[in-house]
T-cell receptor, first 114, second 112 residues
Framework: AQSVAQPEDQVNVAEGNPLTVKCTYS??????LFWYVQYPNRGLQFLLK??????LVKGSYGFEAEFNKSQTSFHLKKPSALVSDSALYFC????????????FGTGTRLQVFP | NAGVTQTPKFRVLKTGQSMTLLCAQD?????MYWYRQDPGMGLRLIHY???????AKGEVPDGYNVSRLKKQNFLLGLESAAPSQTSVYFC???????????FGPGTRLTVL
């Protein structure tokens, strides 16, 4: 079985400061990992993914994520937060040999204060 | 290029009524998905399809049925709505299973 955990319901950060949104996963075999963002009353938008290769993945809007196999983590990061980054962020995991389905985390609300 | 569209955007049903949610995509994607989003529970997969004419169960399929008669459309049906099906429903599509999913704007359903 596969699962993903986002341990923080909400993350608060001041504008200009670095941000981290945490994600840990459990999956048999090699994982496929995704981050999505949801703005109010909208569908989810893709940010970035890890399939294989470099452990540091760069995505949209200046976000990046680091795949850590030993810690089974895929934390989302940004060096300098913007107020416009405030949204709901979802981590998702799939299995490399059967990626028909993704399992989504419960989401983390990011609040960036001016 | 509209991407993924969902019809209707809002709907209120009474317990026991039936309805169909329509999802359409114009990206020629093989894979299509139906999710429900509930507070504190993230997105949960209801049913999905890996191609025209195919459907499969996700995490929470009970009380729902789906059909994929045309590649561009994926229908979600509620035969006898229950208050527990009050939720926001999202449709998504992707070209391959390991590629990013494109989401529709959602349908907010309330069952009284």
């Amino acid at each position: 079985a596969q699962s993903v955990a986002q341990p923080e319901d909400q993350v608060n950060v001041a504008e200009g400061n670095p941000l981290t949104v945490k994600c840990t996963y459990s999956v048999s075999g090699n994982p496929y990992l995704f981050w999505y963002v949801q703005y109010p009353n909208r569908g989810l938008q893709f940010l970035l993914k890890y399939i294989t290769g470099d452990n540091l993945v760069k995505g949209s809007y200046g976000f990046e994520a680091e795949f850590n196999k030993s810690q089974t983590s895929f934390h989302l990061k940004k060096p300098s937060a913007l107020v416009s980054d405030s949204a709901l962020y979802f981590c998702a995991v799939g299995r490399s040999y059967n990626t028909d389905k993704l399992i989504f985390g419960t989401g983390t609300r990011l609040q960036v204060f001016p | 290029n509209a991407g993924v569209t969902q019809t209707p955007k809002f709907r209120v049903l009474k317990t026991g009524q039936s309805m169909t949610l329509l999802c359409a995509q114009d990206m020629n994607h093989e894979y299509m998905y139906w999710y429900r989003q509930d507070p504190g529970m993230g997105l949960r997969l209801i049913h999905y399809s890996v191609g025209e004419g195919t459907t499969a169960k996700g995490e929470v399929p009970d009380g729902y049925n789906v059909s994929r008669l045309k590649k561009q459309n994926f229908l979600l049906g509620l035969e006898s709505a229950a208050p527990s099906q009050t939720s926001v429903y999202f449709c998504a599509s992707s070209s391959r299973s390991y590629n990013e999913q494109f989401f529709g704007p959602g349908t907010r359903l309330t069952v009284l």
